[in-house]
């Protein structure tokens, strides 16, 4: 009876401890929350009418035109925007394509890189350029599960009321041994000249996704700058049920609260950000004629269509499957906007998704044999001249070709 008492209280003072920690945002303090000791570092994807991303269009845009003048005012070359989506393992994909790309001799330098989930850990690593391939091919076909979760009892999980099936020490330690001071330092140069990456999260409580504009956060003289930019890959990449949910610290007239963000992709699997304000700045601002020739190059780190797959009625098996049925017709249509805000503002698309006839049997998370077996079929395809779908696949499908 003791021992069932002790127990109880045990489960009683982790709850009352939780519960302290946290001090949610109230609903209508939500538009004036602020990061603590970072200004202006973040904005919510919906708000294109935030005041900040208008006065941060013309920052950026003056400091483009001064580190690429012949771009922005004589249409020779062209911006390139590269958008990673999340997919998991699946990022072995894209980090074996932007590999084959850099030995193709044709990657472009990315003058707006954004990513989500596993597309969020790419990212970084992808815009502050090729010399940082190698930690990518590393990372992407190295790791097992154990290197991303660390397990814990599901029982006491259920009794507790616990956020997560799974711990995330491994991957915040993965993340914090890849992102350090010379990797922001990089970035950070990348901000003097314009270009920009930007990170999603999704906002539990709003429902909406938060951009994070990490090169001003890697540009920032916050000694706590570090700690934040990996906060944000962890929150990005943290599968809910899954991973445990991230707090981020916030201040709102003056007083502390906290916001509850997990995985990018549960809100947009891709997102492209920035670029109709952007493009409308430098027009009247320079009094551009012509606006500048502009590429998109979306990597979806998943397929089109999917196999028949009998499963195991496990309960990490079945949650993993059906977040990715989710996140894959989500997938789907986010890069059809993506394609429509590109005829709109008139720039070139193109497309690049792992090829539909790959298959694997693997139930494991992050499976290091199907990583690799990716990993070669981007490299494979980018080290030749990656064959860019210039119009996504459910789009032509509508057209009957």
Avoid at 30 to 42: C, M, N, T, Y
Avoid at 244 to 270: I, L, W
């Amino acid at each position: 009876m003791k021992r069932i008492f002790f127990v109880v209280f045990l489960l009683c003072l982790e709850t009352a401890c939780n519960t302290a920690k946290n001090n949610p945002l109230p609903a209508q303090l939500s538009d004036k929350a602020l990061v603590p000791g970072f200004k202006e570092v973040r904005t919510e994807f919906t708000r294109s009418d935030d005041p900040i991303i208008k006065k941060q269009s013309l920052e950026r845009v003056k400091q483009l035109a001064k580190a690429y003048p012949d771009t922005m005012f004589h249409q020779k070359g062209s911006f390139s925007l590269l958008i990673i989506s999340g997919g998991g393992d699946y990022g072995a994909f894209g980090a074996g394509l932007l590999n084959g790309w850099t030995k193709s001799g044709s990657r472009p330098t990315f003058t707006t890189v954004t990513g989500i989930s596993t597309g969020a850990l790419i990212a970084p690593l992808a815009f502050a350029g090729p010399k940082y391939d190698a930690t990518l091919k590393k990372v992407y076909t190295t790791i097992t599960t154990k290197d991303v979760l660390s397990n814990k009892p599901v029982l006491w999980t259920l009794l507790t009321g616990g956020s997560a099936l799974k711990g995330t020490k491994p991957l915040q330690d993965l993340i914090a041994r890849h992102v350090d001071e010379k990797l922001l330092d990089d970035i950070a140069k990348g901000y003097y000249q314009g270009r920009r990456l930007y990170v999603g999260t999704s906002n539990l409580y709003s429902r909406k996704l938060v951009v994070w504009d990490m090169t001003r956060i890697a540009a920032s003289k916050n000694p706590e700058r570090v700690q934040l930019f990996r906060k944000i890959l962890l929150a990005s990449a943290s599968i809910p049920v899954v991973m445990p949910p991230v707090y981020f610290d916030v201040m709102a007239n003056g007083k502390p609260y906290t916001e509850m963000h997990v995985d990018g992709s549960t809100t947009f699997a891709v997102f492209l950000s920035r670029l109709g304000s952007d493009i409308k700045t430098a027009k009247k601002h320079f009094k551009l004629k012509q606006k500048p020739n502009v590429k998109i190059y979306v990597i979806r780190n998943n397929q089109n269509q999917f196999h028949y797959k009998v499963i195991k009625p496990k309960l990490l098996v079945i949650g993993k499957r059906a977040i990715e049925s989710v996140t894959a017709s989500q997938g789907a249509a986010d890069v059809i906007f993506i394609y429509l805000c590109a005829l709109i503002e008139g720039v070139d698309f193109n497309l690049a998704n792992v090829p539909n006839e790959f298959d694997s049997n693997s139930e494991e998370l992050f499976d290091t044999q199907r990583m690799n077996q990716l990993y070669q079929i981007g490299y494979s395809k980018a080290v030749k001249g990656y064959p860019w779908q210039k119009i996504p696949p459910d789009v032509r499908a509508l057209h009957g070709d």
